[in-house]
């Protein structure tokens, strides 16, 4: 069964105050994983999706990081703005035909005071 | 710009009602799915449908029913509603190819009294 950690559950940061969110998973191959932003009231909105081990994207202020077991996204001088849920999430190969679920983790409370 | 849309915003029901909760995208994605979202448990999925004419049950499908009415549009029907289907009910969809990135909708807040 995939499963998705994400943590820490809540993270008080001061603007400017750089830090990252750690999803860790086990998936019996992965496809994909997923990072969304979610703000309250909102449906998740896409980030980013990393395929392999090594592999890094950026946005704006946000840089995300994948190896074999845990993905990192690192925030970089956060602004009050940056404050959201991050919820993180697996896709894997044996998904089976044309389906692509997703399991997702609990997700991390950001809050960044000015 | 309206990608995928979810109606009702908000419902209230009465333990027994039954409702259906609309779903319907304008991005020819031919995935489409719908998720629970209750505090501390995260995402849940319920159903999906791969593509047109097809269905699937998902992580907690128990009280609830879909059809995948076009390639547009996936329902979501209690037949009788609980309380513990009280929750915020969010619909995504999602294309083959292009990283399978599922769009998500605003959701639906149900309570069931």
């Known amino acids: 069964e995939d499963q998705v950690t994400q943590s820490p559950e809540a993270l008080r940061l001061q603007e400017g105050e750089s830090s990252s969110l750690n999803c860790s998973y086990t998936?019996?191959?992965?496809?994909?994983l997923f990072w969304y932003r979610q703000d309250p009231g909102k449906g998740p909105e896409f980030l980013f999706t990393?395929?392999?081990a090594g592999e890094e994207k950026e946005k704006e202020r946000l840089k995300a990081t994948l190896t074999k077991k845990e993905s990192f996204l690192h925030i970089t001088a956060p602004k009050p703005e940056d404050s959201a849920t991050y919820l993180c999430?697996?896709?894997?190969?044996?998904?089976?035909?044309?389906?692509?679920?997703?399991?997702f983790g609990k997700g991390t409370l950001l809050t960044v005071n000015p | 710009n309206a990608g995928v849309t979810q109606t009702p915003k908000f419902q209230v029901l009465k333990t027994g009602q039954s409702m259906t909760l609309q779903c319907a995208q304008d991005m020819n994605h031919n995935s489409m799915y719908w998720y629970r979202q209750d505090p501390g448990m995260g995402l849940r999925l319920i159903y999906y449908s791969a593509s047109e004419g097809t269905t699937d049950k998902g992580e907690v499908p128990n009280g609830y029913n879909v059809s995948r009415l076009n390639k547009r549009e996936f329902s979501l029907r209690l037949e009788s509603a609980a309380p513990s289907q009280t929750s915020v009910y969010f619909c995504?969809?999602?294309?083959?190819?292009?990283?399978?990135?599922?769009?998500f909708g605003a959701g639906t807040r149900l309570s069931v009294l």
């Open positions: 995504a969809s999602s294309a083959r190819g292009l990283g399978n990135i599922q769009y």
């Open positions: 990393l395929y392999s």
């Open positions: 999430a697996v896709q894997a190969t044996n998904s089976g035909g044309s389906n692509y679920k997703l399991t």
């Open positions: 998936v019996s191959g992965l496809r994909g």
